[in-house]
Nanobody, 116 residues
Framework: QVQLVESGGGLVQAGGSLRLSCAAS????????MGWYRQAPGKPRELVAT???????TYEDSVKGRFTISRDNAKNTVYLQMNSLKPEDTAVYFC??????????WGQGTQVTVSS
């Protein structure tokens, strides 16, 4: 299968920045998309950003202009640069990848906490 290892979460003040990384290993041939979801306490998991292998990206409306997703296909790694962070960005951030013929895989999650 596919294993995803995330890093880069932490505590930051409002207005600050963090960069999340997620490296995929295992049966990584055929990764069609990689991206990030987040889940705040008491709320459903929501898509934050996704990137296709061809490089196109989509973002949740509230993060447009502040977050940037990027991929290094040679390293099977996806990044999420988060700038101008707000307290409402506080959540557990989960990396995912969609693999053709295998389905979706998830990382263990990394906590992002933005203090006001």
């Amino acid at each position: 299968q596919v294993q995803l290892v995330e890093s880069g979460g932490g505590l930051v003040q409002a207005g600050g920045s963090l960069r999340l990384s997620c490296a995929a290993s295992g049966r990584i041939f055929g990764i069609a998309a990689m991206g990030w979801y987040r889940q705040a306490p008491g709320k459903p998991r929501e898509l934050v950003a996704t990137s296709t292998r061809g490089g196109s990206a989509t973002y949740e409306d509230s993060v447009k202009g502040r977050f940037t997703i990027s991929r290094d296909n040679a390293k099977n790694t996806v990044y999420l640069q988060m700038n101008s962070l707000k307290p409402e960005d506080t959540a557990v951030y989960f990396c995912y990848c969609a693999v053709v013929g295998l389905g979706d895989f998830w990382g263990q999650g990394t906590q992002v906490t933005v203090s006001s």
